[in-house]
């Protein structure tokens, strides 16, 4: 159609059927987000959720479990003793015990490091699997894989997939938000939507500074009011639809359409739902005032306003991975931990006070552990390689059995023996506690049926409550 021949009246007539369809834009996010795998519409979920969000505490670098959540005292026995040929051909130094004491905690006796003692005040609602694998053990595939079940930067991300199976509850927010200082390794590949609906992309926020105008720029109009910009969008609404006529099912058109529509939407909330200085002095001390504290708290408050996934990188304020202990394992560790150990405990703490927990799954993982052997350095103090034959990962609400160490690695801490959890059954297990068959939340692109767990995972039923 030639815009330029149609009439005012004919425009307008036309125009305005756009600015009704304005309106159902969110609406149809969400029908499209329980889109199944034929087509159909599913406006519930597959199976009766236990867990309504998810918040992600990802520790970049991936922690030692050994120094963590595994305890290895046959470390001791071995120590110095390089590990045989087949087990490894990466060690360059023999086995290390850890430095740091364990002990039982709670009324489940969840047994953790000494490094952990706000957490361990926390022990009966955790779920510590500790027999996790993945399928390398280098940083950039690995991540992608914890976040997208492939080492190739080509699928969706676990958020952009549980939005798309369930929506949002919260139209004047993302349903999936991202925070961290600037961007981790691999970065946007991480919170992608890839082929799925541009609506279902994680929105990233940068933690650097937290005054609200930071956080999410261009928040406020400089210089038009809201009635003013709502009459803007309309217009661009019009136009746009009798643009769409030419695009028939242009994704891309109706990913950009949507972002305009959430955008404008953000500002009535926003402002308010960003700003932890809303907290009361009592519930920021709880948190602590470091950057990955601050992150936590401001993942509740995102959840509790129905976000549905919220991830917080524990990164370095320029962006780098901190849990990447190559040397001075130790010495990291207890600095690290102590900064984690704080401000998971009070997300935890917070969460089961607000009778949030619940109904909340938290997930504190890295993307693969490190080795129970050393790696040498230069100055003495030795570091820990990659590792992903063994790994740890924590659970918290959400559907989980609180109090249960779940799996188990070898008597070194070398390889998960018992129970053996991959990264597929995390993914399959996260969606069954939403309420969602990884086997039927499919998608169809370029002629097949793509899942997050593609042709893999199993549920772990072993540690639902």
Known sequence: MNLSLISRRHWL??????????????????LQAAEGPTGQRLLQPHLVPRAKRVILLFMNGGPSHVDTFDPKPAL?????????????????????????????????????????????????????????????????????????GVQQPTRPSIGSWVTYGLGTENQNLPGYVVLGPRRPVVGPHLWSNSFLPGAYQGMAVNTQDMAVDKLVTNLKHPSLERSQQRRQLDLLAGLNRLHAEQRQQDAGLEAQIQAMETAFSMQLEASEAFDIGQESPATRELYGDSLFGRQCLLARRLSERGVRFVTSYYLTPGG??????????????????????????????????????????????????????????????????????????????GGVRGGLMYGASDELGMFAVENRVHVHDLHATVLHLLGLDHEQLTYRYSGRDFRLTDVHGQVVEGILA
């Open 13 to 30: 007539s036309r125009a305005s059927l756009g600015f009704g369809t304005v309106g159902l834009a969110g609406l149809c996010a969400q």
């Open 320 to 397: 780098n991975q901190p849990w990447d202990t190559h040397s001075s394992n130790d010495d990291q560790h207890r600095k690290l931990c102590a900064d984690s150990d704080r401000a998971t405990a009070a997300l935890l703490t917070d969460l089961k006070q607000r009778g949030l927990l619940e109904d909340t799954l938290v997930i504190w993982t890295g993307e693969f552990g490190r080795t129970p052997y050393a790696q040498p350095n230069d100055k003495g103090k030795h570091g820990r390689d990659h590792h992903h034959s063994a790994f740890t990962t924590v659970l918290a609400g």
């Open 76 to 148: 001791a026995k071995h120590e110095g003793q390089k590990p045989s040929e087949q087990a490894t051909r990466r060690a360059k130094a023999g086995y290390v015990p850890s430095p740091f004491r364990f002990r039982p905690s709670g009324e489940s006796g969840v047994v953790m490091s000494e490094l952990f003692p706000q957490l361990s005040k926390c022990a009966d609602d955790l779920c510590v699997i500790r027999s996790m694998h993945t399928d390398v053990p280098n940083h950039e595939p690995g991540l992608i894989i914890m976040h997208s």
